[in-house]
């Protein structure tokens, strides 16, 4: 079992920045591909960000490509989201996923952190 911590949300301006943070409990962190999703307000649950198990691949949804970076310090159990030049559609709740021996693109996670809320104001 694995759980799931996120931190580092909050409100900012647009063009802003922020980064996400995601500790992981337990001893086989670096066997999980790691991700990020987020919800906005009436809407679905998407895919923002994704991170394989073995840290050689990493996708991105195309609203985020070239502003957001995912990265993962196994030696720290850890995952991040750092995202630039903030828009007022980032504005949602963003989740930490975990999907065991994953590939970068998670579709279907088998552990979800309880989300941060991230505003960016125009």
């Known amino acids: 079992q694995v759980q799931l911590a996120e931190s580092g949300g909050g409100l900012v301006q647009a063009g802003g920045s922020l980064r996400l943070s995601c500790a992981a409990s337990g001893r086989t962190f670096s066997s999980y591909a790691m991700g990020w999703f987020r919800q906005a307000p009436g809407k679905e649950r998407e895919f923002v960000a994704g991170?394989?198990?073995?840290?050689?691949?990493?996708d991105y949804a195309d609203s985020v490509k070239d502003r957001f970076t995912i990265s993962r310090d196994n030696a720290k159990n850890t995952v991040y989201l750092r995202m630039n030049s903030l828009k007022p559609e980032d504005t949602a709740v963003y989740y930490c996923?975990?999907?065991?021996?994953?590939?970068?693109?998670?579709?279907?996670?088998?552990?979800w952190g309880q989300g941060t809320q991230v505003t960016v104001s125009s």
């Open positions: 991170i394989k198990w073995t840290g050689l691949n990493t």
């Open positions: 996923a975990a999907d065991l021996f994953g590939e970068a693109t998670i579709r279907h996670p088998a552990y």
